[in-house]
């Protein structure tokens, strides 16, 4: 099974490294034929905006809508990847593309300027022990529906969610020594 790294922008390298270590194949994933051979597709933090709008210059967008929603591709976001996973960005410009994965809301850069980046212990949902988790200019899901398993959450809202084969966290789970989530991911993808 392999499993893939959109490759266009933000924390690539480390996301494949976890997934090795979650022994996996673990591979970029830039074009098409990449995305057709893969099982489970990370879209990694960054900017929400630039990465949507490569998305479609890749020609991704519908490949990845397709396979999300019948069911033939697990999806992980990241950060900027759970904004392009939602369905609505609260706040976004008219411009703001979106994958409209998930039954979510979401507002960017919602944890405020002083507080823009920080880590902080999380519970999360069927993990024994809290996690470290690195919030960069994150942003939290305002609202979800009632086909969305809340995972983790903060005083200024969700930060963690899935959704059948589909997860987002606000955070950054690569940026940490902890495989616990992408164990996790790879599990959705075994399970497909
Ligand atoms: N604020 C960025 C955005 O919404 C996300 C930041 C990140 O991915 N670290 O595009």
Redesign the pocket.
């Known amino acids: 099974m392999k499993i893939g790294v959109l490759s266009i922008q ?1 924390a690539v390298s480390e996301h494949l490294k976890h997934l090795e270590l979650c022994r996996v194949e673990a591979v970029p994933v830039k074009t098409i034929e990449n995305l057709s051979e893969v099982s489970g597709l990370i879209i ?6 630039t ?1 949507g709008k490569l998305i479609e210059v890749y020609g991704l967008d519908g490949p990845i809508k397709e396979r999300a929603r019948n069911g033939t591709l697990a999806v992980f976001g ?4 759970m ?1 392009l996973m939602a369905r609505d960005v609260a706040d976004g410009s008219t411009d703001q593309p979106k994958l409209g994965l998930m039954n979510t809301i979401v507002k ?2 919602a944890f405020g300027r002083q507080k823009e980046s920080f880590e902080t212990g999380l519970d999360f949902k069927g993990l024994e022990h809290p996690l470290v988790a690195v919030f ?4 939290i899901i305002l609202e979800a529906g009632d086909n969305v398993e809340i995972l983790a959450s903060l005083p200024e809202g969700i930060v963690a969610a899935r959704q059948a084969n589909l997860l987002a966290t606000s955070f ?1 789970p690569e940026l940490t020594g902890d495989q616990r989530l992408h164990q996790l991911f790879v599990d959705i993808c075994k399970a497909l």
């Open positions: 933000g990694p933090g960054g900017e929400s905006t990465i990241t950060c900027a990847g904004a960017r850069n960069i200019r994150a942003p950054h």
